[in-house]
Nanobody, 124 residues
Framework: QVHLVESGGGSVQAGGSLRLSCSVSGYSFSNICTAWFRQVPGKEREGVVRIDAVGGIISYANSVRGRFTISRDNVKNTVFLQMNSLKPEDTAMYYC?????????????????WGQGTQVTVSS
């Protein structure tokens, strides 16, 4: 089973930046897709971005395109999400996820492994 642990969340003012980290273990990190999702209470989980096993970015959500950047370090078994120009609308619990396969799935229902989440709060 793939195990994921997020970190790096916090509270920032609008326009600020944060970098989230997702530490992956329990499987061959270099052979799995990893994705970032976010969720606000009462709403469905939203896909932010996905990156496949070879570092190919599948897509960014339109709401974060140009502001967020995903990357992965196969030596440290870690996926990062650099978030710049943060907006109050970005406030959410951010989750790291994997489907356990090399190539990425699309929706959250296709990902079987999830971290505990890290809270991001952006004030105006």
């Amino acid at each position: 089973q793939v195990h994921l642990v997020e970190s790096g969340g916090g509270s920032v003012q609008a326009g600020g930046s944060l970098r989230l980290s997702c530490s992956v273990s329990g499987y061959s990190f270099s052979n799995i897709c990893t994705a970032w999702f976010r969720q606000v209470p009462g709403k469905e989980r939203e896909g932010v971005v996905r990156i496949d096993a070879v570092g190919g970015i599948i897509s960014y959500a339109n709401s974060v395109r140009g502001r967020f950047t995903i990357s992965r370090d196969n030596v440290k078994n870690t996926v990062f999400l650099q978030m710049n120009s943060l907006k109050p609308e970005d406030t959410a619990m951010y989750y790291c996820a994997s489907n356990g396969g090399r190539f990425c799935a699309t929706g959250p229902s296709q990902f079987g492994y999830w971290g505990q989440g890290t809270q991001v709060t952006v004030s105006s």
